[in-house]
Nanobody, 124 residues
Framework: QVQLVESGGGSVQAGGSLRLSCVAS???????MGWFRQAPGKEREDVAR????????NYADSVKGRFTISQDNAKSTVYLQMTSLKPEDTAMYYC??????????????????WGQGTQVTVSS
């Protein structure tokens, strides 16, 4: 069982930045870790993901060039640096994990482990 603890959400004005952190209780090379988000009345949406073993990262088109996912193996932590935030980025952000081979899926059902979520609110 992988436990994920997120932190770093908050409220910012458009154009601002936030960094989310996710600490994993189990952190191994054969893991996908990433972030999904869900806005009120909308489905969960893939944001970014990486494979711990090869550090290959992938992003949703809506955040490319603005968000960066990274890892710190010594701290068993994955980060999501968010810059140039827009009101449409407002959502609950969830850290996710899956123990699997390379190639991280974009669908929520592929991730059995979820954090509790951290709220990001961007005002115009």
């Amino acid at each position: 069982q992988v436990q994920l603890v997120e932190s770093g959400g908050g409220s910012v004005q458009a154009g601002g930045s936030l960094r989310l952190s996710c600490v994993a209780s189990i952190y191994i090379n054969t893991m996908c870790m990433g972030w999904f988000r869900q806005a009120p009345g909308k489905e969960r949406e893939d944001v970014a993901r990486l494979y711990i073993g090869d550090v290959i990262t992938n992003y949703a088109d809506s955040v490319k060039g603005r968000f960066t996912i990274s890892q710190d193996n010594a701290k068993s932590t994955v980060y999501l640096q968010m810059t140039s935030l827009k009101p449409e980025d407002t959502a609950m952000y969830y850290c996710v994990a899956s123990i699997r081979g390379p190639g991280c899926p974009t669908v929520p059902a592929a991730y059995p482990y979820w954090g509790q979520g951290t709220q990001v609110t961007v005002s115009s």
